[in-house]
């Protein structure tokens, strides 16, 4: 059985309260199941959002992704601004209703994604281990079931992460972001590696945000999705973030769901693959 693995990173409070709602409705409707790697912490930081922001406006940089405020729009994005609210812990009814349908909840983080982006792969291991363990004190909190995958923010993986995360009740990694991997990998007896090898060439923003900055119509980007796909061995994962793609690219996504399936994919978590794999 081949598996094809849509990975939905839920980094801001809109990604759980619109995104995910659109995405579960979409998922109930094709009987396919998702893994969404959720931020119980905050989204951002505002010294360093505001330090973006001032280089960009000096060097007349263009980003290389679409915005946080064209993604959001006026409302949360005066929202994410004033209040920075933690993400996932804003509707704990979404995730859990995730789960109820089947759905996997991993762990996106610790307490900030912004500094987690920049700063984890100078963080020592008890660092790391407190910002891990607050995460799943909050999915606890919040009557969230034990999780026991992990994705690092923005592919800041830490060297040490791969020793800690067993430790930890983490059996599933999805830091790997290599177009050429074909197959899950095994790092050592309790951990296997996941990658994210549906990709949009360069850059590591979200696949349908990334090909929609580059000019791509909804056809464009199924083609290009079928075409990754043919390349693929028995695993394909693709990864996006629910707010884009469950508001912003909903029609195209459904359309990537259905040429994999065409293909002989069984969309399916991240967890029921490696299952598979044994």
């Not at 396919?32 to 905050?42: C, E």
């Not at 004033?82 to 109820?100: H, K, M």
């Not at 693709?238 to 994919?265: K, N, Q």
Request: with cysteine.
């Amino acid at each position: 059985m081949k598996y094809c693995c849509f990975r939905f990173d839920a980094d801001t409070h809109a990604c759980v309260t619109r995104g995910m709602p659109a995405l579960l409705a979409l998922a109930r409707s094709l009987d396919v199941r998702f893994t969404f790697f959720v931020n119980m912490g905050r989204a951002f930081n505002r010294r360093i959002t505001l330090a973006k922001a001032f280089r960009r406006i000096v060097r007349r940089e263009k980003p290389g992704h679409v915005t946080a405020a064209a993604k959001l729009g006026f409302r949360d994005s005066v929202i994410a601004a004033a209040f920075n609210p933690n993400a996932g812990p804003i509707s704990p009814g979404t995730l859990r209703a995730a789960l109820e349908a089947g759905h996997e909840i991993g762990v996106h983080g610790g307490r900030n994604h912004a500094q987690w982006e920049l700063y984890a792969h100078t963080w020592s291991e008890d660092r790391l281990r407190s910002e891990i363990l607050a995460s799943l004190r909050a999915m606890q909190k919040h009557s969230i079931p034990e999780t026991t995958s992990f994705a690092s923010p923005a592919w800041n993986s830490p060297p040490c992460l791969k020793d800690l995360l067993p430790s930890l009740g983490f059996r599933i990694l999805a830091d790997t972001y290599d177009a050429s991997a074909k197959e899950i990998v095994r790092a050592g007896r309790d951990l296997t590696l996941v990658p994210t090898n549906v990709t949009p060439g360069a850059g590591r923003a979200g696949y349908l945000e990334t090909l929609r900055l580059r000019g791509l119509d909804q056809a464009g980007i199924a083609a290009h999705f079928k075409e990754q796909l043919s390349a693929k061995g028995r695993i394909a994962v693709v990864y996006d973030h629910p707010f884009y793609a469950g508001i912003h690219g909903l029609p195209v996504l459904r359309e990537m769901i259905t040429t994999a399936l065409d293909s002989g994919f069984k969309v399916a978590t991240m967890k029921e693959a490696v299952a598979a794999a044994g």
